[in-house]
């Protein structure tokens, strides 16, 4: 069996152990089993792939695996990984990892919602190592579907409506994306539908790639919180449970970025060349947007969704400036957000199961409450506004020098509108710590409020540790995104 195989397999296995298990404390023992085991093949991959590289291999994609699957429509199951696919693999097992610990308290139903967390993450982790565009579209679908139920039945607030509305605006960008796959492999000859094939024969006429471009951007870009189709993203965060909004920020809204890199630039070059600029103005409105509208919330969950929608904006940004350094600050933007936004959401939903509000006009002085809660919320903080020797000053730092590359007009003035986030984002950074966590804790029942317990404490500090490190030692991991990136860079230099 391929070695790729089991990030799929593991899975698998822990649905079936799920639905054996009897007693929360089977449950919790497959949980930790299952994420630990996938944790560990993820930084095991890594270290294979760094080695495989530096020992000079030189294919593109590295452990590669092909099975037929339907031969009359040439579906396959093809796998494969480069740096790109490595780096996402790597931020899926950290989150599923830290997600396992961050619910384990959950009630109640929790063997149900351990299994749709567990059928989620694996769509996340079959469309990574997909190179085949049927295999990873049935992946992408398997990741989506689970999000229903899991906000639907498992949220809070407004669930149910937030739950149909990210179902329908999502399911909407998959039909789009259907399309543009279906267009993609008609107009590349019928003859297969592994990606790398149909870039190397690079025979999509000119005037179909306009058709599918636009069309599998959009779908791709729904997830990845395109605006004006990023409305489902705020109401999903607010209402998800706490994992949940880990993993969806963390790692399911990279799909959408992953997806419109890997397909939609990839290819349909000269289309992206093309029509690139629409899609940048929308990425550049997202970008300031979000940072704006973050600024104007009293949830904390929102507050978060709306900064989401401005560093995912970013990273379709960056993509679309259609240069290595750029590139490679997007895919170590999604690295650090889902990071980030993972500690973050993490952190908002302990406050939220102790003081049971999330209205910033209600919290005041937690610093003196909850002080290791409270500290490691300044330090996501700080992530966020892109402190250096956080994982948020790397990436964003390398995707404006990378912006302000292209020396045509167009191009720096939207670069210069981009950066004006990183201000915006300060100012409702800086001014929700002064408010929630400093000052007088002007509510009695708060002064009896408990700190983190273990298990909290525990996936906290594996997310901050992973902050810091990408933050202080990013140049293996860039280095290895960035021979990724050339690749699909190339095809886009006119």
Request: charged share 10%.
């Given at each position: ?25 089977a ?55 480069d ?51 049927f ?9 989506l ?7 639907g ?52 006429p ?34 998800a ?10 790692v ?19 289309a ?20 704006f ?11 978060n969704?709306?900064?989401?929608v ?14 290595q ?22 952190l908002?939903?302990?406050?939220y ?20 809660l ?9 992530a ?5 020797g ?30 004006s ?37 525990f ?5 901050i540790?992973?902050?810091a ?26």
């Amino acid at each position: 069996m391929n070695f790729l195989s089991l990030f799929v397999l593991i899975p698998l296995l822990m649905l079936g152990g799920l639905y054996l298990a009897k007693g929360i404390k089977a449950i919790r023992g497959v949980m930790v089993a299952g994420s630990t085991a996938l944790l560990i093949l993820s930084i095991v991959l890594t270290f294979l792939y760094l080695g495989e590289r530096q020992a000079g291999a030189t294919a593109e994609m590295l452990f590669r695996a092909d099975t037929v699957w339907y031969a009359p429509l040439h579906i396959s199951y093809s796998v494969g990984v480069d740096g790109i696919s490595v780096a996402m693999l790597l931020l899926s097992a950290v989150i599923v990892f830290t997600g396992t610990f961050a619910s384990w308290k959950l009630q109640p139903l929790t063997k149900e919602y351990f299994l749709w967390f567990t059928l989620l993450s694996m769509g996340v982790f079959g469309f990574f190592i997909s190179i085949d565009l049927f295999t990873m579209f049935m992946f992408y679908e398997i990741a989506l579907i689970p999000m229903y139920l899991l906000i639907g039945v498992w949220g809070s607030g407004r669930k149910e409506y937030a739950a149909m509305k990210l179902t329908l605006m999502l399911m909407g960008g998959s039909a789009f994306l259907l399309i543009g796959i279906l267009g993609i492999f008609f107009g590349a000859g019928g003859t297969t539908m592994n990606i790398l094939e149909i870039a190397r024969l690079h025979n999509i006429p000119f005037a179909q790639q306009c058709i599918w471009f636009p069309l599998t951007f959009l779908g791709f870009g729904v997830l990845g919180a395109l605006f004006p189709f990023h409305t489902w993203s705020p109401d999903g965060h607010a209402s998800a449970p706490t994992a949940v909004s880990m993993l969806h920020a963390g790692v399911l809204m990279k799909l959408g970025g992953y997806g419109c890199f890997r397909i939609a630039m990839y290819l349909m070059p000269e289309a992206a060349n093309e029509l690139g600029w629409i899609f940048l103005i929308l990425t550049g409105i997202s970008v300031v947007y979000g940072a704006f509208s973050a600024c104007v919330q009293t949830d904390l969950k929102y507050i978060n969704a709306y900064s989401s929608v401005s560093h995912c904006g970013l990273v379709l940004f960056a993509i679309l400036m259609m240069n290595q350094t750029a590139a490679t600050g997007a895919v170590l933007q999604m690295l650090s957000h889902g990071l980030m936004t993972a500690l973050f959401f993490a952190l908002i939903g302990m406050i939220y199961g102790r003081t049971h509000t999330r209205d910033v006009r209600e919290l005041n002085g937690l610093m003196k409450v909850m002080p290791f809660l409270s500290v490691c919320y300044v330090i996501a903080g700080l992530a966020n506004l892109g402190f250096p020797g956080l994982s948020g000053f790397v990436a964003e730092m390398t995707i404006f020098v990378g912006s302000f590359q292209n020396f045509d007009v167009f191009h720096r003035t939207l670069t210069i509108i981009a950066c004006s986030s990183i201000v915006i984002t300060a100012v409702y950074i800086l001014r929700l710590v002064g408010k929630i966590l400093y000052g007088t804790c002007t509510n009695k029942h708060h002064l009896a409020l408990t700190d983190a317990t273990w298990d909290e404490r525990f996936a906290v500090i594996c997310l901050i540790i992973c902050v810091a490190g990408l933050g202080m030692a990013p140049f293996w991991v860039s280095h290895m995104i960035g021979e990724s990136v050339l690749p699909v860079v190339s095809h886009l230099i006119p």
